[in-house]
């Protein structure tokens, strides 16, 4: 997905924040609750389109490339949104 570049400055960025906000310790606390589920988030949809672009199986990338056509520009639209949105400090 490309996203490593993209997650370090939104992690400087939440980072900052909450050590502008909190005193040390719990600036680091907040910052993790605030970006594990994003990292998390971000990896695991990393993993699932990784395994889908290297589909070697025929068959298995005939089925995928038709989902793909299939899939309404909408679901696209949502899952770019959850990708792009920062957290709220």
Request: overall charge positive; some cysteine.
């Amino acid at each position: 997905m490309g996203q490593g570049a993209c997650q370090a400055i939104e992690d400087a960025y939440v980072l900052s924040e909450c050590l502008s906000k909190y005193k040390t310790t719990k600036a680091f606390s907040e910052y993790q609750n605030l970006r594990l589920p994003k990292a998390h988030q971000v990896v695991k949809a990393s993993w699932i389109i990784g395994k889908m672009a290297h589909l070697s199986s025929p068959i298995l990338i005939g089925l995928r490339n038709q989902m793909l056509r299939l899939t309404p520009s909408s679901v696209n639209r949502k899952q770019n949104e959850q990708i792009f949105k920062l957290a709220k400090i």
